[in-house]
Nanobody, 115 residues
């Protein structure tokens, strides 16, 4: 069983940076795919960033060059470094672990960017 727990959200001004953390007990870093999703008010949840077991990364176009996903195996944690934040980055950010067709979700952390 995998249990992701997000932290690091907050209220910031446009242009600032935040680092989100996903502490995931039970994660298998060399096998699992870890994703960060976000959901803005009134919108569907969207995939923001992905890191695979082999540490390949992928990003949605709107965050390329600003957001960076990484993992610290020793700390069982995946990070999302978010730079040059924009108002449209506002939303609840969720950590998702995908393993063998199963999805494991955290409770989410709120990111609010004031313009």
């Amino acid at each position: 069983q995998v249990q992701p727990v997000e932290s690091g959200g907050g209220l910031v001004q446009a242009g600032a940076s935040l680092r989100l953390s996903c502490a995931a007990s039970g994660i298998r870093f060399f096998f699992d795919i870890v994703n960060w999703y976000r959901q803005a008010p009134g919108k569907q949840r969207e995939l923001v960033a992905t890191i695979t077991g082999g540490s390949s990364t992928n990003y949605t176009d709107s965050v390329k060059g600003r957001f960076f996903i990484s993992k610290d195996i020793g700390k069982n944690t995946v990070y999302l470094q978010m730079n040059s934040l924009k108002f449209e980055d506002t939303g609840v950010y969720y950590c998702n672990v995908f393993r063998g067709g199963n999805n494991y979700w955290g409770q989410g952390t709120q990111v609010t960017v004031s313009s």
